[in-house]
T-cell receptor, first 114, second 114 residues
């Protein structure tokens, strides 16, 4: 049971390039989330999904896209990377139903856009 | 709407002395509350959670937190700090809408002095 895995661990992008951050969980969780963490700040929600085929925007969705074709995978796409997207990105998952469930986090992807 | 405020951005303690990390919340409903720890360059790990059962919650590594509705607080404590406790700590409240999103505090960085 690997939990939540993210790839890559680190990436440097040039302005205007695109990339996909991968996230996979093997716990059969319905809910999945993408966050970004900027220095000195808490986590900000980018997108989330309540199940395969269902996604919705969080607080800071601009410049990102997601898809959820399977329960296990929830990739995050960056189109036309900008320096403002330099951040650490975390994927998380949790079982469905009930606000008492905690989230399980991946190890993060550190992205630098120059 | 829910919100969470971590009252200290940095806390320094000497090894072997007590730890107190403060968190206040705002919620129209009975909230679910969580404390997570993030060690440098790592993902977030759950320390403990409150879900309307016992108001004193025990977590991993000797941490505990007390839910005080009258004070809208959920402070994290540990009787004796260890060097390995040096990390960033996040207080989190779960929303009670059907989407089950989470609101993160801005974090408290704990420094443990030898």
């Amino acid at each position: 049971n690997a939990g939540v895995t993210q790839t890559p661990k680190f990436r440097i992008l040039k302005i205007g390039q695109s990339m996909t951050l991968q996230c996979t969980q093997d716990m059969n969780h319905n809910y999945m989330y993408w966050y970004r963490q900027d220095p000195g700040m808490g986590l900000k929600l980018i997108y989330y999904s309540v199940g395969a085929g269902i996604t919705d925007k969080g607080e800071v969705p601009n410049g990102y896209n997601v898809s959820r074709s399977t329960t296990e995978d929830f990739p995050l796409r960056l189109e036309l990377a900008a320096p403002s997207q330099t951040s650490v990105y975390f994927c998380a998952s949790r079982p469905g139903l009930g606000s008492s469930y905690e989230q399980y986090f991946g190890p993060g992807t550190r992205l630098t856009v120059t | 709407a829910q919100s969470v405020t971590q009252l200290d951005s940095h806390v320094s303690v000497s090894e072997g002395t007590p730890v107190l990390l403060r968190c206040n919340y705002s919620s129209s409903y009975s909230p679910s509350l969580f404390w997570y720890v993030q060690h440098p360059n790592k993902g977030l790990q759950l320390l403990l959670k409150y879900t309307s059962a016992a108001t004193l919650v025990k977590g991993i590594n000797g941490f505990e937190a007390e839910f005080k509705k009258s004070e809208t607080s959920f402070h994290l404590t540990k009787p004796s700090a260890h060097m390995s406790d040096a990390a960033e700590y996040f207080c989190v409240v779960s929303t009670t809408s059907g989407t089950y999103k989470y609101i993160f505090g801005t974090g408290t960085r704990l420094k443990v002095l030898a």
